[in-house]
């Protein structure tokens, strides 16, 4: 018994240390549960089927692996015109060196597969009965920005590692926006595989109200997506830079004291939601330094302190739970100042 004493001081003591305090102590104490069982994952490289193909005989290569690759080659293999396409992508020039760099990036599964897998193993604990696709595909897509990086159905999931270089050169060249250029790190593949789990599994429609209501929901989001895969970096998390989550930090007391003060917590309206709740380069009401989405990154916060408040809570009650207002007074939720 002293033993566990002991340990759970020097835990605490390391997180101080960090500039984390007992009640963010408890919110992680949440989140290092045991994981379930992965189910046996099959991995399919798309990207490196497609552009080894002998391009004199395409049709008939493409053909030959139809069968294997129907998310990609679901169509009409026998009209030109789909054939035509498929060819001009595999032959062309930006896409194989899309393909270059993906595969320098990901020369083999190991960090693909483990970053599914725990997201896998965390969504079973919580969700068991829930049967996950064992399927996955990867691909370069192209970085087409009006497509995710992530698909997720009933029977497979899609992963576009071409999403995912590590801050490459390729996103400025092809004018990708700065903001989302932060959220090309490799772990941003597990936070987008965890969202996109919770939008086919966990998801509930829900009337949008008042500004407060919206912002506890986007933190319940991100806590979802924080517990499927506890080891990424806040930043990570919410797609911020460094120096971004470093403005966010030294200025909740700051964000919170205009939202209660202004009374805006209870705002209703388009306008209201774009400000703290849209995505975009930075919030332009308080700092070109600022992020966009505050009210998510106040949110989270806000969650976290419910989460550490509230022994009893479980992470599926608290999805299920739509009583917003009731999560916020129930939270104690003290910004730092």
């Not at 004199?56 to 026998?78: H, S, V």
């Not at 930090?249 to 209703?268: F, M, S």
């Not at 302190?305 to 479980?314: C, F, G, L, Q, R």
Request: glycine fraction near 6%; include cysteine; hydrophobic fraction near 35%.
């Amino acid at each position: 018994m002293k033993k566990n004493s002991i340990l759970f001081l020097l835990i605490c003591l390391v997180y101080s240390l960090s500039g984390c305090g007992h009640k963010e102590c408890e919110y992680k104490r949440h989140l290092d549960v045991k994981v379930g069982q992965a189910p046996q994952l099959v991995f399919h490289r798309y990207e490196d089927v497609l552009f080894n193909l002998d391009t004199a005989n395409f049709q008939q290569e493409l053909m030959r692996i139809q069968q294997d690759y129907k998310p990609f080659l679901g169509g009409d293999l026998t009209n030109p015109a789909a054939v035509k396409y498929l060819k001009d992508f595999a032959t062309d020039s930006y896409c194989i060196s899309m393909y270059g760099k993906v595969k320098k990036a990901f020369p083999n599964n190991k960090e693909i597969e483990e970053m599914v897998s725990e997201v896998y193993q965390h969504f079973n604990y919580y969700y068991p009965d829930i049967q996950l696709p064992t399927t996955i595909f990867t691909c370069v897509s192209g970085i087409s920005l009006d497509n995710g990086s992530v698909i997720v159905s009933d029977d497979y999931v899609v992963l576009s590692l071409d999403w995912f270089l590590d801050h490459d050169e390729v996103y400025e060249q092809i004018g990708m926006p700065v903001y989302m250029q932060h959220r090309t790190v490799k772990q941003y593949l597990a936070r987008e595989l965890g969202l996109q789990l919770y939008l086919r599994y966990v998801y509930q429609w829900r009337k949008q109200t008042n500004l407060l209501d919206e912002m506890v929901n986007a933190g319940k989001i991100a806590y979802f997506v924080e517990a499927m895969c506890p080891s990424i970096s806040e930043e990570t998390l919410l797609g911020y830079s460094p120096e971004q989550m470093q403005w966010a930090n030294e200025n909740e007391g700051n964000i919170w004291a205009d939202l209660v003060g202004n009374q805006r917590l209870y705002e209703t309206g388009l306008e209201m939601y774009r400000t703290f709740l849209s995505d975009g380069p930075f919030t332009q009401e308080y700092s070109n330094e600022a992020p966009a989405r505050l009210g998510e990154f106040i949110g989270l916060h806000i969650v976290r302190s419910y989460i550490s408040a509230n022994e009893d809570v479980t992470l599926q009650n608290m999805m299920r739970n739509n009583d917003l207002q009731g999560i916020f007074q129930k939270s104690n939720y003290k910004p730092k100042k």
